[in-house]
């Protein structure tokens, strides 16, 4: 597995990015859904990367600059032909050491609190991140659960 970082112009990004989008369609409401678009992905404070097995897309993974100190997790997606192979735990492991490398003391994340999430929440606490309230202008919902860890 390869992980580069993604312009998100790509065609089978594009895809997995569109494929997102309508999963927290189907499981979160309007008012709950955090995750970017792909005009999102594209701006100067977001990076994204994407693994590729050869030709094939395996996922993707994106970090937003909350600060100098501080990064949020985005758009972690999984391509469907590729779940459960350790897809998501390598585009994590990546993003963490690009925070590391940044100088980041902190990574946020938001995710959803449905029983469609556990599997991406089980992921976050595996890596350490643990339960905390609303950061940056989030506020509490009941739909979304908030992680971070210090790193």
Same mark, same amino acid.
């Given at each position: 597995?390869?992980?580069h970082?993604?312009?998100?112009t ?18 979160s409401?309007p008012?709950? !859904?955090?995750?970017?678009? +792909?005009?999102?992905?594209?701006? =100067?404070?977001i990076?994204?990367w994407? #693994?590729?097995?050869?030709? *094939?897309?395996l ?18 997606k ?5 779940l ?7 585009i994590l492991?990546?993003?963490i050491?690009?925070?590391?490398? !940044?100088g980041?003391k902190? +990574?946020?994340?938001?995710?959803g =609190?449905?029983e469609?999430f556990?599997? #991406?929440?089980?992921?976050? *606490? ?6 905390c ?6 506020k ?12």
């Amino acid at each position: 597995m390869e992980i580069h970082e993604d312009n998100v112009t790509g065609g089978e990004i594009t895809a997995l990015i569109l494929d997102h989008l309508q999963s927290m369609a189907i499981h979160s409401p309007p008012e709950s !859904r955090h995750a970017l678009n +792909l005009e999102g992905l594209r701006e =100067s404070d977001i990076t994204c990367w994407s #693994a590729w097995e050869g030709n *094939e897309l395996l996922g993707c993974g994106a970090l937003k600059e909350l600060g100098d100190t501080h990064g949020e997790i985005k758009s972690m997606k999984t391509a469907s032909n590729h779940l459960r192979k350790g897809v998501s735990k390598k585009i994590l492991q990546h993003i963490i050491e690009e925070a590391r490398t !940044r100088g980041y003391k902190r +990574l946020s994340l938001e995710t959803g =609190s449905m029983e469609a999430f556990v599997p #991406a929440r089980k992921l976050y *606490e595996s890596f350490g991140f643990h339960y905390c309230p609303p950061f940056a202008s989030y506020k509490e919902d009941e739909n979304s659960m908030f992680m971070m860890k210090e790193i």
